[in-house]
């Protein structure tokens, strides 16, 4: 007799995919009753021109907004206080944000801080921390990549700190994403290739993580499939709207199978790393990803054969070690291709650093679903490797 599936919940907003699907944002805010609505992006989507689009769709409803674009790469505790205040001061009612992952973790932690009466929002960090229904959110994303516009994830810089830390809660599932992608048309080829690393390694975290299952195992593969198989592609023909589609298709997908199965050490670590030195999080996941891969394959060698083989590697009458070394290379292959070959040295890290990494680390909860428990000393080595 075979045995049952365990429980599994799978959490998702309402997704409106195509080009084109930013100018329903309007009706979607009329159809929560809208009144004032702030607007949450950063000067270079501004300047891109996405964000007049979207205020024209509120314009054609008759919706009041306010705009608020100081919003840095990776959003900063005192932006979400800043951006919290200006809610409360100009009466709104639904937050829409435009842009890539920053204004999206900027705009929910905003919704956070608003339905809990200013509270710092330091002080919802970590898992399930959130008890007050946020405002309506409704996320545009303009870059492939964070999926921030589909996950129960929120990432936000401490300065003071020199840390990030994550606040993860269904409460944080915008209601609505539109995901249309032409908006992703005035992204760099590096942007490109930094944001679609990050969903790449999205599904690979989120196929081999303790909380996968039959339902995010779908959405991992699937965007395996079309960001490996586009996403070099895309980088080199930067205009090619089709595969802009498959791309974004594909961060969608990873979206949402690390919002419902989590992630792993990867992302701890790159969390870490990027509180610490304000990197790019694409940039940070580029540097570690075949170093975690190494250090995990043993504790899941058939989820990472299947990973290999979605990629396209040829597994067929491989052993377990030898399908780890072919998939280690088809990934730094990969990245090659795409331009990334960086290391933590390149950036400034030294090995008087990995202690203060690796125990930030340690407190993230990603770090809770990677397939190989990992210890503190665990975590050092892995940064070692990868200087």
């Known amino acids: 007799m075979s045995r ?3 429980l599994r ?4 907003p309402e997704i409106v995919f195509g080009p084109g699907a930013r100018h329903s944002a309007g009706n979607f805010a009329a159809t929560f ?3 004032q609505v702030l607007v949450v992006s950063d000067p270079g989507v501004l300047q891109a021109g996405w964000v007049n689009d979207v205020l024209a769709s509120l ?3 008759g919706i009041g907004h306010v705009l608020y674009t100081g919003v840095s790469p990776n959003p900063r505790v005192e932006e979400v206080m800043q951006g919290a205040e ?4 100009q009466g709104c009612d639904v937050i829409v944000a435009v842009g890539g992952g920053s204004p999206m973790d900027c705009a929910k932690a905003i919704g956070i801080v608003a339905a809990h009466g200013g ?3 330091t002080a919802f960090e970590g898992v399930d921390t959130i008890r007050v229904p946020s405002p309506p959110l409704i996320l545009i994303p303009t870059t492939a990549g964070t999926s921030a516009d589909v996950s129960q994830f929120v990432i936000i810089s401490s300065r003071a700190e020199r840390m990030k830390f994550s606040i993860v809660s269904k409460a944080v599932v915008p209601d609505v994403s539109l995901i249309d992608p032409e908006t992703t048309a005035s992204m760099s080829p590096f942007l490109s290739a930094c944001t679609g690393l990050d969903a790449l390694v999205h599904a690979i975290e989120a196929f081999v993580s303790t909380g996968s299952g039959a339902l995010t195992d779908l959405h991992a593969l699937e965007a395996m499939r079309l960001i490996g198989g586009n996403l070099a ?38 969390h870490s790393l990027g509180g610490f030195l304000d990197l790019p999080h694409g940039v940070c996941n580029a540097a570690l990803l075949e170093h975690v891969v190494a250090f995990n394959f043993r504790a899941a060698p058939e989820r990472f054969r299947v990973v290999a083989e979605t990629l396209g590697v040829d597994c067929r009458g491989l052993a377990g070690d030898q399908v780890r070394d072919r998939l280690l290379a088809h990934l730094i292959a990969f990245k090659r ?3 990334l070959q960086e290391t933590l040295r390149l950036y400034g890290v030294s090995s008087s650093d990995i202690p203060f990494l690796s125990r930030h680390a340690m407190e993230d909860p990603c770090i809770l679903t990677n397939p190989r428990q990992s210890t503190q000393r665990d975590v050092e080595v892995v940064y070692a490797e990868a200087l």
Do not use: C, W
């Open 4 to 6: 049952l599936t365990a």
């Open 9 to 12: 919940k799978f959490v998702s």
């Open 33 to 35: 009753g809208a009144r």
């Open 59 to 61: 314009d054609q409803q």
């Open 86 to 89: 200006l809610y409360r001061q």
């Open 119 to 121: 509270q710092p929002i």
């Open 233 to 270: 592609g895309l980088v080199r023909q930067p205009g090619d709207l089709a595969l802009r589609e498959k791309v974004m298709r594909g961060s969608m997908q990873a979206g949402l199978a690390f919002s419902n199965a989590v992630l792993g050490a990867v992302h701890a670590m790159s």
């Open 337 to 339: 291709a795409l331009g």
